[in-house]
């Protein structure tokens, strides 16, 4: 408990002091304020019913953001994490100071989750929800974090240099974090998409808007957290086998 306390205040404030990497947890919500307020056409003049349709068929910025943000920012942020440490032989002194990888690892990834909670929060505001269905598009953006967060460590434990993390970590991110904005707009790559625990969150996000959805909200939840758990058992996997060199 004391090693991951340490790790824990270790790494907030070495990203706190890295604006690179604080900037992936604002800069997606600013986004979304401002493609918002951008995106609102101006509908004077025109009947109420078609005012209607046009709403109804236009996405919310704000949740194609948020499911952005879920791969995009925090799937090599946590490959940046670990493959720096890695780099700079930050390993091999905590090692030597006793830290365990367990620790080191959950230190990690607290601090990614931890940081994400303020984003989740700004997003389920900027998107307009309000009581239950607020906690409810939180609680699953925050899942699918943590499904990002098994992944980058996967990718970081696989990589020996930043250059090398950044590599491998934006193919990911593009399909997990931009693939649901194409989804967005279209059809086609909706249905491919729909195991894929990004996608989910437009899911989810779909249903607390219209009331309802042809995929039910806890089954939406089950394919992330069967997302949480695939990729938990990718990582285990990969650890057990290479481990993390420092």
């Known amino acids: 408990m004391r090693s991951l306390k340490a790790i824990f205040k270790k790494q907030l404030k070495d990203t706190m002091a890295n604006p690179a ?109 309000g009581g239950q269905n607020f906690w409810l598009f939180v609680a699953s953006l925050l899942s699918g974090v943590a499904a990002s967060i098994f992944l980058g460590a996967t990718i970081g434990i696989l990589c020996n240099s930043q250059a090398a993390a950044t590599g491998l970590s934006m193919p990911a991110a593009m399909l997990f974090g931009f693939g649901p904005m194409l989804a967005g707009f279209n059809e086609n790559i909706a249905r491919v998409l729909h195991p894929l625990y990004t996608q989910q969150l437009n899911v989810i996000a779909d249903y607390l808007t219209h009331g309802g959805g042809t995929t039910p909200l806890w089954q939406s939840f089950a394919i992330i957290w069967a997302n949480v758990a695939v990729l938990g058992v990718l990582f285990a996997v990969v650890y057990a086998k290479k481990g993390l060199k420092g």
Do not use: C, H, Q, W
């Open 21 to 129: 990497v604080l900037i992936n947890f604002i800069i997606f919500p600013l986004l979304a304020l401002v493609m918002g307020s951008l995106a609102v056409p101006d509908f004077t003049g025109v009947p109420e019913d078609i005012v209607a349709l046009i709403e109804a068929a236009t996405p919310n910025m704000a949740i194609l953001m948020a499911a952005m943000f879920a791969g995009m920012a925090v799937i090599p942020s946590v490959t940046g994490f670990i493959a720096e440490d890695i780099e700079k032989k930050s390993l091999r002194f905590l090692n030597m100071a006793g830290m365990k990888p367990g620790p080191y690892l959950l230190g990690i990834g607290s601090v990614t989750f931890f940081l994400s909670i303020f984003s989740s929060v700004a997003f389920g505001f900027i998107a307009g929800f």
